[in-house]
């Protein structure tokens, strides 16, 4: 069984960061690309970033391109998602997730593992 526990979540200013972190235990990390999800209150979960397998290829959500970073180191079987600039309007539950497949999805089905989520709370 794979087990996703994310990290490095709290309250920040408009404007400041936060590196989140997700450690993956139970099978081989290398094998799963991973994604990071948001779900605010009300609203649907959504994509945020994508990493492949490898660490080669990344993707992220429009609303914050040029602002979070994903990284992953195999050999610590963990994911990143450095968030910098950080609005109000990223407020919300974090998720790591991983999926059995070469490279990310932007559609929460595809994953088959999920974390317990992180809380982030931007003050404006």
């Known amino acids: 069984q794979v087990q996703l526990v994310e990290s490095g979540g709290g309250l920040v200013q408009a404007g400041g960061s936060l590196r989140l972190s997700c450690v993956v235990s139970?099978?081989?990390?290398?094998?799963?690309?991973m994604g990071w999800f948001r779900q605010a209150p009300g609203k649907e979960r959504e994509f945020v970033g994508g990493?492949?397998?490898?660490?080669?290829?990344?993707d992220y959500a429009n609303s914050v391109k040029g602002r979070f970073t994903m990284s992953r180191d195999n050999a610590k079987n963990t994911v990143y998602l450095q968030m910098n600039s950080l609005k109000p309007e990223d407020t919300a539950v974090y998720y790591c997730?991983?999926?059995?497949?070469?490279?990310?999805?932007?559609?929460?089905?595809?994953?088959?593992?999920w974390g317990q989520g992180t809380q982030v709370t931007v003050s404006s």
């Open positions: 997730a991983a999926a059995s497949r070469s490279s990310y999805s932007t559609t929460p089905a595809l994953y088959n593992y």
């Open positions: 139970g099978r081989t990390f290398s094998n799963y690309a």
């Open positions: 990493i492949s397998r490898s660490g080669g290829s990344t």
